[in-house]
């Protein structure tokens, strides 16, 4: 037994330096085949004797279970094995379950799909799955930090200031009325039906971001004015108020936000998030992340559908291990001294 | 290299300048002032951290100038070190605390940024500050077991471990925080990404550097105190695995053609 608890002890030693000396090669490889490699064949292998031997260590070691510490340290880490394991395509594969593990799904605004377009291997394209439940996307918005403003030039020569936003008004005095932001636009086009000029949103490549901004004087009829961030001045009338769209132009972004329902097969909603990133929504085994989205017109969001079978084992392994080195390394030292401590005093 | 001529430059080069003269005074064998000084350096450093934290109005842990700002902030643990785990090495950290400012207060840029969503999460503080806190245990672990190579002890008489029993009570105390630091960092990846675990460069050295400290654990265990140089070595090689970790996005672009990930 002494010869077999040496042996161990070397095994897991060369274990350990052994995957050290992978880890240091997957990082100069990139995350992509690092991810390839260590889900290879020979790795399984790997992965299989790590387990064995630190179950043999729990049966050859009295400490390792006797020591509570030691214990969820040890059954920790077998248990982040066991989750990684059943997670992976591997173990997808051979426990026979066919949920989609990981794809993409892109939803236009206004739109559901329950089509998950899965990955195969580099280079080799794409698979469709079907979910059995279908994601619509309400709308797909992104917030920045720094907001645009509108700024009008009042009766007595001093300028007003909103967030350009549907909705907000300036009081522009008892001669010029009152404004109001009616439409916001990121890509303003004009178009000409039945002679009569329309302002519309066009969702091909370009920006012109604009306002329409409605403008109602004490007496007299309402009258609507577009006012161009990257254009001032075009288009003016003279006899409305100065107006400018004052709008930073590489903004640093602050939210991605898709607004999902998912729906199900009798088309009932059964659940609804605003999902941002680090805000995922959960349904049905799945997780549903803010992946990407339309770079262009911002009408289309792309998420990413998780499911993974292993997550509960692999997470549970986590409090084990942090739970047990925080135990054996602080608080059984702090419980030792604090005994001594009262022995002495009691002496 | 770039000089900071802002009152945030200012903070560090004092907080710099206070941790080189404690230093100083402390080698010369005047420990009271070399403590004072150390204690106003640390001072100046949390007005520089709590300065930062005030211009950028989230927890400045983003960017690795504000990661070494906070890194100045090295005091209470070489006092808890000191009195708590009689570990030595009071007076290096001192020079500790000169190297981990060195980098934000020339290196790297201190423009202000906006937190990306990524890092909106409440895992953004816990996960850095923990790493941060145990990088700088693991740092004095590592200026044990140089004591211990050199064959450096403590004077008679006085209640400090020997460097490599000091070097077994850092990494004892560093290791569950390393830990902390890794599995927070993975749990966070599972919420933002889906993964919790991503195979990215910046990963697998975070998981090289609690390797190292594990076979040092086990190696330790096997041979006890019989080979005391292995056991220091692990530790440093440890502390260099660390060193990498930080700084892999900057160091990965010496190695062309390698993808660098934040
Ligand atoms: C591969 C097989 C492994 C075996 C046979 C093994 C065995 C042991 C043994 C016998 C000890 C000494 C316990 C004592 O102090 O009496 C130990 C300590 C320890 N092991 Fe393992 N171990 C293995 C892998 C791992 C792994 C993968 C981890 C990762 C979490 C781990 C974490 C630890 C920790 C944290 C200690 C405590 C170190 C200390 O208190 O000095 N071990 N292990």
Redesign the pocket.
């Known amino acids: 037994m002494k010869k077999f608890r040496r042996i161990?002890?070397w095994?897991?030693l060369v274990?350990?330096i052994m995957l050290t000396i992978l880890s240091v090669y997957g990082a100069f490889i990139g995350a992509e085949r690092a991810q390839g490699f260590f889900n290879s064949a020979p790795s399984v292998v790997y992965w299989v004797v790590?387990g064995v031997?630190?179950i043999?260590?729990l049966v050859a070691?009295r400490?390792?279970i006797r020591?509570p510490g030691?214990l969820l340290?040890?059954a920790?880490?077998i248990l982040i094995l066991i989750g990684g394991m059943l997670g992976s395509e591997k173990g997808y594969r051979v426990s026979g379950n066919d949920t989609t593990r990981k794809g993409l799904m892109q939803i236009d605004e206004g739109q559901s799909t329950n089509r998950v377009f899965v990955r195969k291997k580099e280079g080799q394209g794409h698979d469709m799955k079907e979910l059995p439940f279908f994601v619509k996307l309400n709308d797909f918005r992104i917030e920045y930090y720094e907001p645009g403003y509108l700024e009008i030039e009042t009766g007595d020569g001093k300028v007003q200031r909103v967030v350009a936003e549907v909705g907000r008004r300036i009081d522009l005095g008892a001669e010029q009325g009152k404004a109001q932001i009616v439409k916001t636009f990121e890509n303003w086009k004009m178009s000409m039906e039945d002679g009569k000029r329309t302002a519309y949103e066009d969702p091909h490549p370009g920006s012109n971001p604009a306002l329409a901004v409605q403008i109602t004087p004490p007496s007299g009829e309402a009258t609507t004015h577009h006012v161009f961030s990257l254009h001032p001045g075009f288009g003016h009338d003279p006899n409305a108020p100065k107006m400018l769209y004052n709008r930073p132009v590489n903004r640093a972004i602050s939210d991605y936000i898709s607004e999902l329902e998912v729906i199900d097969k009798d088309g009932k909603i059964v659940a609804k998030k605003d999902i941002e990133v680090n805000h995922p929504l959960r349904y049905g085994g799945y997780r549903f992340y803010q992946q990407d989205y339309d770079h262009q017109a911002g009408r289309y969001t792309i998420l990413e559908a998780v499911s993974d079978t292993g997550i509960p084992v692999v997470f549970a392994g986590y409090w084990m291990?942090c739970v047990g080195?925080i135990w054996?390394?602080w608080l059984s030292h702090l419980f030792k001294n604090i005994r001594s401590k009262k022995q002495t005093d009691g002496n | 290299m770039e000089i900071k001529y802002t009152i945030q430059g200012l903070l560090v080069y004092t907080t710099m300048a206070a941790y080189l003269l404690a230093f100083v005074v402390s080698m010369l064998r005047k420990p009271k002032t070399g403590h004072a000084l150390y204690l106003f350096g640390f001072a100046v450093a949390v007005v520089s951290y709590a300065y930062r934290w005030y211009d950028v109005r989230h927890v400045p842990l983003q960017n690795l100038f504000e990661v070494f700002l906070f890194l100045g902030m090295i005091y209470p643990v070489s006092l808890f070190c000191r009195r708590v785990l009689r570990v030595g090495g009071y007076v290096a950290d001192m020079l500790i605390g000169v190297i981990v400012l060195f980098p934000a207060g020339f290196v790297f840029h201190a423009e202000p940024q906006y937190l990306p969503p990524a890092l909106q999460s409440w895992l953004f503080t816990p996960h850095v500050a923990v790493y941060m806190l145990s990088y700088i245990v693991m740092a004095k672990a590592a200026v044990q077991a140089g004591c211990q190579l050199i064959g450096k002890t403590p004077k008679r008489g006085s209640d400090i471990l020997p460097p490599e029993q000091g070097t077994y009570r850092m990494v004892l105390a560093g290791?569950p925080l390393l830990t902390l630091g890794l599995i927070l960092g993975s749990y966070w990846g599972k919420l933002a990404w889906g993964d919790y675990w991503g195979w990215d460069p910046k990963e697998l050295w975070s998981l090289v550097s609690w390797l190292v400290f594990?076979a040092y654990?086990?190696f330790?265990?096997m041979f006890g105190r019989k080979h005391p140089n292995m056991n220091s070595l692990l530790a440093i090689l440890g502390m260099v695995a660390i060193i990498i970790t930080l700084l892999w996005v900057n160091l990965s672009k010496l190695f062309p053609g390698l993808h660098s990930y934040a």
């Open positions: 161990l002890m095994l897991a274990l350990i790590l031997a630190l043999a260590g070691f400490r390792l020591v030691l340290t040890h920790g880490c291990l080195v054996h390394m | 290791f594990l654990f086990h330790r265990y």
